[in-house]
Structures are given as structure tokens and as C-alpha cells.
DNA sequence: CTCCTTACACTACAAATTGTAGTAGGTACA
DNA sequence: TGTACCTACTACAATTTGTAGTGTAAGGAG
């Protein structure tokens, strides 16, 4: 289940699902347990107009497709629940981004890191000294 | 000429266009002057096999309408060149995602910061080290 | 001055991605 | 036995990117 983007726009789950994928696994995400698409389509109607059952089939099907979500079929209907959890998934992305980002960039992205932490919560560089001193200390 | 996606696959320009549109940029900002569509066809026959001059025009007007290049009709021809340079480019690109990142990801992206500097150039975690005091004694 | 080469514009198509939804088929239960 | 529901299959639109044909205009060759 590799994913292929990161998108600039967007916040969340947006920046790595279309907007309709994005909010049917934070549906399942949020639900912890197994859904079933009927589930899945409610939840989604609270939110906002009207979803079309075979829309959300579909689109669940694609995220089965590619490793998202896996099905399990019982009788009438069929369970969906995402392969990992959202915390392993976001733990992954950004793991993943924030290499590609180092090798891409180098020593630009270490400036604009530092910026980047000021700007968005000062106590993070705190955090992070301490955890250079550990890396550094364990050498 | 704002971009949409950073890839996870591939790698430079890759990671910003499309194959050709990256090969296409790569030359416009290699050769720094500007350029004719038929200049840059012909540095793409060097790389590999013939691209159509239609295809290579096509590709170029659609990076002018984008606001990556610019054009500059002259008689005969146009002139090609890039809005901005490339180093200008990789900077803008670095900070957008950098702040993204953190924007994203928080104090997960901090831990992850660290091991990917470590892993891809270990002299860049004293860089960000003197970074951060920097950036601390200034307040 | 006429014709040909060349470059450009316009148009179109294919594959992939994502959202959307119709139709058909099968199963269970009333 | 028929109806309601769930699923599978299929299809289409918009977007992005690569590809390329056709038509047109302009400038130089003769």
C-alpha cells in the first residue's frame, strides 16, 4: 500500500487521499472496528448530502484494490477495516516523507526545518536538541 | 505556478513533473539563456530516441500556461525560459514541504528528522544543532 | 512573385486517477 | 414466490501527462 503523493493542498488525510477516500477512512479510522459499506454511507450522509451506495462501494473496493482497506466477506454483507492503523499509517508517511525530503534537499531542508519549528511550535526545537544530543550520544 | 504533489518516487525534478516535463526542465535550466522548442528537442535526441517536435512544443506551452516557463515570441521562433531559477525553485519547494511536514506531522516528524539526517549525512545533525542555537539566542 | 520549408496553433487521443452512478444478478426473508 | 437488499460489473466525466496529426502562416529560395 504505497502511497504515491503528498499533496501540497489540504490538511490531513487530504494530502494523501482524494477527498471522498479521504473521508471514508477517517470514517473507518475513527470506528476502530469493521464496517460495512451501508455503515460507511451513513456515517457519511451526517456529515453532508447524500452519498450514492455504489459510489462508496466503489471507491472501498479501489482502497481494498490497493492494500488500504481489507475486506472480509460474511453472508449478506462484507466488512471493511483499514490494514493498519491510522497511527502506523501517519507514523509511515512520515517517516517516508521526511527522508525523501532530507535526501532531496539536504541542508536546505535543515535551514528551513529550523523556520519551519519556529514558526509552527517553539518547543519543538527543544525537542529536537534533545534528541540530536541522544542520537549524537549514542555513537 | 504553484505545485500540486510531491512524489514519493523518484527522485530531483521527478519527484515535482511528469518524465518529460522534468527532462524539458532540466535542460531549460541547465542551458541558463533561453531556449527555442527545437533547441530542446535536440538536446533530448542526446539523452535518448527522437521525441516529436509537437510533442516537446505541446509539453512547453503547457509548463508556460502552468507559470514555469516563460515565452517570448521572436519572429521566427519563441524563446523558452524558466520563471524562475532552478535553485530558486528547490528553495520555494523545500520550504513549502518543510513547513507541510511540520504542519502534518509535528513531533512524529521531529524523531523521524533525526534519524533520516543521521542515516543520510550525519554532518548535517551538527549543522541543525548550531541551526538551532541560532535561531534560539536571536530571541 | 510564387513555392517550399519551418514553426506554431489547434485538436485529438490514450492511460491513469478519482468521483459518480446505472444495471444486473443473487440471496434471504416475509 | 416475490421483494428488498447487497454485490459485481460496467461505464462515464474530469484531470494530468505523454503523444502526435493536421492545418496555417510567415519567411526565404528561386
Known sequence: MKMHNFKY???GLNRFFGPLEAKIMEIL???AGE???KD????LDNDAKSNNFNTVMTVMNRLV???ILQKKSVARSSLYRPVVTKEAFMETQSKELTLDLIEEFGSLAVTHMVDALDKVDPGLLDQLEQKIKEMKKDR
Chains 1, 2 share one sequence.
Open 9 to 11: 493542498e489540504g490538511s
Open 29 to 31: 479510522w475513527n470506528e
Open 35 to 37: 464496517l460495512t459499506i
Open 40 to 43: 460507511v454511507q451513513l456515517k
Open 65 to 67: 484494490d490497493k492494500g
